[in-house]
């Protein structure tokens, strides 16, 4: 891929866009066009197709979309599949409309089986039902990604290539209470309880699902990687993990060291505790030559210092 080439990232000021961008950058590339959400709303067609008509990019990397944790799921169910659904089949029918020539949208692990053999292999999707508290996002997940195939499938110069990495984090991760994905909801509850000295944290569930966590330059060093390839040689789907995973009670004890939390952690049995576990297979995509790079507490690390120079300004001074 040329250096000059026109590059759309939607989604940029998100956790996985951010890091697009800056992978793109790092790179050398000189023509990568973002637009903040007040000034295209992807969600109508109109107006993406409008954008699309005028920018006219080569490649774009669809990191946009509503995303949340189990409350903000079990909140808002209709938005959540609603907007997705919106935001998919308008950037792609515009992509493919205004010749494109290659697109990476992003699913989520969340559309595997809850009951689902580990570690979770691409061929596995649709073979059973997806987690309950987050079904309308999976869904649109999924919905996304067969739309991806079907324009392969049905034009042969179309290569819109449909990734799916697990649990991501690091900068510009969403730390807001709401709608927080289980990593950052208890980096920001470990600082919390730090700044108040708190005696205790009290934790939803078990403890003992298991997660696998992947920092989000990975993940956009995946992507940059997958789009140097041939895309005829690109098996599809994609799964993008690290191959290790750790139970939430793990994942809550490194946090509390690296926070440097001292108190006690209680579980709440009472609370949902979601899928068991979630171990992607990243077979398909090693075999291409990719590895990652980022160690969980290394990313933890820099993730906090992160937090604590933006997000956690207001949080250190209410």
């Known amino acids: 891929m040329d250096k000059s080439t026109r590059i759309y990232v939607a ?3 998100g956790l996985i ?11 050398g590339h000189t023509d990568i066009v ?3 959400r007040g000034e295209l709303d992807l969600t109508r067609a109109g107006d993406v197709r409008a954008f699309f008509e005028r920018t006219r990019p080569a490649v774009v990397l669809l990191a946009a979309g509503r995303v949340g944790g189990i409350v903000e799921n079990q909140r808002i169910p209709e938005t959540f599949i609603t907007e997705n659904l919106a935001i998919q089949l308008n950037v792609m029918g515009a992509a493919r409309d205004t010749g494109v020539e290659r697109l990476v949208f992003f699913a989520s692990s969340c559309m ?3 009951e689902c053999p580990q570690p979770m292999a691409e061929d596995a999707l649709l073979t059973g039902k997806p987690e309950e508290t987050s079904l309308p996002y999976a869904i649109s997940k999924l919905a996304g990604l067969h739309t991806c195939l079907a324009y392969n ?3 042969e110069n179309t290569r819109f290539l449909p990734v799916i990495p697990n649990s991501a984090y690091g900068p510009n991760d969403d730390f807001d209470p709401r709608s927080s994905h289980v990593l950052s909801a208890l980096m920001r509850r470990m600082h919390e309880a730090k700044r108040d000295r708190a005696p205790f944290v009290e934790l939803w569930g078990t403890g003992t699902p298991r997660r696998e966590f992947v920092h989000a330059d990975d993940i956009a060093g995946a992507c940059y990687f997958l789009l140097q390839q041939d895309p005829a040689a690109i098996p599809l789907p994609l799964n993008i993990g690290i191959g290790v995973d750790y139970s939430i009670r793990e994942l809550a004890e490194l946090i509390a060291r690296v926070v440097d939390y001292r108190g006690d952690l209680k579980w709440n049995t009472s609370k949902p505790d979601g899928a068991p576990r979630k171990l992607l297979d990243s077979s398909r995509l090693q075999a291409l030559g990719w590895r990652p790079r980022v160690g969980l507490e290394d990313g933890l690390r820099s993730t906090y210092e992160w937090y604590l120079r933006n997000a956690g300004k207001a949080a250190t001074t209410a």
């Open 34 to 36: 973002t637009v903040p």
């Open 112 to 114: 595997y089986p809850r």
């Open 11 to 13: 989604g940029h000021a």
């Open 153 to 155: 499938k049905q034009y």
């Open 17 to 27: 866009g951010s890091a697009l961008v800056r992978r793109l950058e790092a790179a």
